[in-house]
């Protein structure tokens, strides 16, 4: 899939997302798949946009069945049978839920930051996919800044180019500044998938939701 705009493009797609929120995992999943069954890897841009579910999250975050439960009311069984739907979700998709019981819910603000210095070099999506993988997958703390420059070293940045991001107060202000206009536009959840920028859907929908969307817009394109 492209990660930037060219000649080839007949499609743009804004993804709305959380790094720790799962239901984000398995809604660009199932795009990602809606995307390749249809044949249409070189026609697609994806640009990603931050959305902090939790920010005034504390850095050292909360346990994670504490936290939904104070937020949603989550019951611990509740949080056993969801953990394994997601598991078995994810497996179908080709991604690895590693829950465990102490696991947390973390401040994802420079987990963004990295996202955002990702977009200039058209990584956004393979940047945004590590940081899924480090946190679900590898049962990393990704709020903590040797753990994000790990990760976007693998990546492909310098880590002195990283840690200046990391570390860069008018990024975070500008960060907050891009939140708010969704915030303002009502998007108030996540996931969110806008298609050149009109038709909207959100949620994790089914494989088939996303390519009765993608062909649709796709042929008002070609018209």
Known sequence: MNSSLNHSTLLKIDI?????????VIGYKRLQKAIQELQLEDKVCIEWHP?????????EGENLRSHLAAKYGTTLEGSIAARKHLTELGAELGFRFNYFDEMRMYNTRKAHLLIH?????????????????AYFSNQKDISDTEELVKVAVQVGFNEAEVCYVLNDRSLTEMLQSLQ?????????GVPAFIFN???TLTGAQEINTFKSVLTRVIAEELV
Request: glycine residues 6%.
């Open 16 to 24: 709305l997302s959380d790094v720790v929120c799962p239901w984000c």
């Open 51 to 59: 959305f902090e579910l939790n920010p005034q999250m504390s850095p």
């Open 117 to 133: 210095l990702a977009k200039e070099k058209g990584l956004q999506t393979v940047m945004s996919e590590a940081l899924f993988e």
């Open 180 to 188: 708010g206009k969704w915030l303002s536009n009502d998007f108030n």
């Open 197 to 199: 920028y009109g038709v």
